[in-house]
């Protein structure tokens, strides 16, 4: 597998160790060098790495919002006036308003 690994991607390849839960796309493909769990990842194919912990930190968050969504997030947005007007903040609307 070194032998085709490395005329896939050159000689002179720099490769980064990660663990091998973390590209398991990369292993399916047999795309990365395996050693002990760990597995070394061409520069070239990096940009799967960064999109497996980008999905994986956009999936944590959003189920935060979800969790916080009703309680404190859904008042706010269904009544914007209510809550700027309750911390003594003026009224949107209030610089629209014409004065006679």
């Known amino acids: 597998m070194q032998a085709t690994l490395g005329a896939a991607v050159g000689p002179l390849s720099t490769f980064y160790r990660v663990p091998f839960e973390e590209v398991c796309d990369l292993v399916r493909s047999r795309r990365v060098y395996l050693v002990k769990g760990q597995a070394y990842v061409p520069q070239e194919s990096l940009a799967s790495l960064v999109v497996g912990i980008f999905r994986?930190?956009?999936?944590?968050?959003?189920?935060?919002?979800?969790?916080?969504?009703?309680?404190?997030?859904?008042?706010?947005?269904?009544?914007?006036?209510?809550?700027?007007a309750r911390q003594g903040w003026p009224s949107p609307m209030a610089n629209h308003m014409v004065r006679r």
Do not use: D, F
């Open 56 to 84: 994986s930190r956009l999936s944590k968050a959003l189920a935060v919002t979800a969790r916080q969504w009703s309680a404190k997030l859904a008042p706010m947005v269904r009544h914007p006036g209510l809550s700027t």
